[in-house]
């Protein structure tokens, strides 16, 4: 996509298009310092996890307690996502994700810390992002409108992502020279960049679908993804891509160790994780950038194929160096597909029941992914973490085949279907 002449209006839907609304700016800088803090105690949680016991199990259970909410929780977050003030509601989850982590850092910093109490804390600030997340993902096309909200979408991505790259780097320096304890402290101080963008920006009042009973708000979404065949689709391939594929993600201490001889506390497995990151961004980026233009159905079957060749190439390395531009490949197709997954899900949705349908997006992409930790550890110990990479590849090659989303984009939709009240038409079944 060629970028446009300087001066020019930008092309709507691209990232540039995004980040000329103001109050997307606002919350996209403030969620960046948040989110950086988030990945500095994501890396420096699972090393510190495996030094404290040098269990692998012991990893995937911290793992677990802190995306485990995304299980069931994310329908709660979503429901009051389409029922109170979006806006005061993330500021309750980030304020509690806040707390949580500031207890984290006292009860790390007393010393050897009981491993029941470390869990539950860290299940504590899990439950805040399930909340936030989907109200989040809510938030975004009343920030920019429909035209960008692909630009909105590829930025947010490229944003967590950014911060994935900085974040272990900066994670690593700070664990090494301070301890686990002061990156904890310094991620409870990042929740106020986000807080306190959020209190600066307009929100528009959110229109209500007329729905009776508490039930109906609470399922909404599953009626969504049980009329509409594309919804129910996405939904499907990033839940299967979450459970099968991405355990590595959460085991990496693991394969560096293991595979490639690098220990978790060094600067060498921070630079490994930053390539992950780097990969990860530049993938999500080039949805609102270079590949703006292609369809993003057919992008998600193209990023499945070429993840799986990727990550078998990772699972049979066993030296550092060539893991290095390997694992940026595996990073680029990962976050490339997950992006293009989500820009054809909320291009689909209408906003009274995006949070809804948006919570069901967080369960598939955060809360299967405690589940595929909990069995990978105990399959890395019976087998390797090679054998668990491989069973991702198998995988995703088997969700290229199914995500054949331009066929299921023209199917028709249930005259039945829950995507808008009755007052505001949902868009035609044969529009993305």
């Not at 780097?169 to 101080?189: D, E, I, R, T």
């Not at 694992?327 to 976050?335: M, R």
């Not at 069973?391 to 088997?398: E, F, M, R, S």
């Amino acid at each position: 996509m060629r970028a446009a002449p300087p001066g020019s209006p930008p092309v709507p839907g691209t990232a540039r298009a995004a980040l000329a609304h103001r109050d997307f700016r606002i919350v996209f800088w403030g969620s960046f310092a948040s989110r950086l803090g988030t990945w500095m105690q994501h890396v420096t949680l699972g090393a510190y996890a495996l030094e404290l016991t040098g269990s692998a199990t012991f990893l995937s259970l911290v793992l677990f307690a802190q995306l485990g909410p995304m299980l069931f929780l994310p329908v709660l977050g979503g429901a009051l996502a389409d029922l109170v003030d979006r806006r005061r509601l993330l500021i309750a989850a980030q304020a509690e994700q806040l707390l949580g982590t500031a207890v984290l850092a006292v009860l790390v910093a007393g010393g050897e810390p009981s491993q029941g109490a470390l869990l539950a804390v860290v299940g504590v600030i899990g439950v805040g992002a399930a909340i936030h997340a989907p109200a989040y993902d809510a938030v975004l096309p009343a920030l920019v409108g429909r035209a960008d909200l692909a630009g909105a979408v590829s930025l947010n991505s490229t944003q967590m992502n950014l911060a994935r790259v900085t974040g272990p780097a900066l994670g690593g320096l700070v664990f090494a020279g301070f301890g686990a304890a002061a990156v904890f402290a310094l991620n409870a101080a990042t929740y106020l960049f986000v807080i306190a963008a959020l209190v600066a920006v307009r929100i528009p009042p959110l229109v209500r679908a007329d729905e009776n009973g508490r039930w109906a708000r609470l399922s909404g979404g599953f009626g969504v993804a049980r009329r509409d065949p594309l919804v129910r689709r996405c939904l499907v391939t990033m839940a299967a891509f979450a459970l099968f594929c991405m355990p590595f993600i959460g085991q990496m201490p693991t394969l560096a160790s293991r595979n490639l001889g690098i220990e978790p506390s060094s600067v060498a497995y921070g630079l490994l994780y930053t390539c992950f990151g780097l990969g990860a961004a530049v993938g999500a980026g080039s949805i609102g950038t270079f590949l703006a233009a292609r369809p993003k159905e057919q992008l998600v079957r193209v990023g499945l194929v070429a993840f799986a060749g990727a990550l078998a190439v990772l699972a049979l390395l066993r030296t550092p160096l060539p893991a290095y531009p390997v694992i940026l490949v595996v990073g680029f197709c990962y976050f490339g597909t997950v992006t293009s997954l989500a820009v054809v899900l909320q291009q689909r949705l209408d906003d009274a029941v995006r949070g809804r349908v948006m919570a069901l997006w967080t369960m598939a992409f955060g809360g299967t992914i405690p589940l595929g930790l909990l069995a990978a550890g105990p399959l890395v110990e019976t087998f390797s973490i090679s054998w668990v990479m491989g069973y991702g590849v198998v995988a995703a090659l088997a969700l290229a085949a199914y995500a054949n989303l331009p066929r299921v984009a023209s199917a028709p939709v249930s005259r039945r279907r829950a995507t808008a009240p009755p007052d505001v038409p949902a868009p035609p079944p044969g529009c993305p």
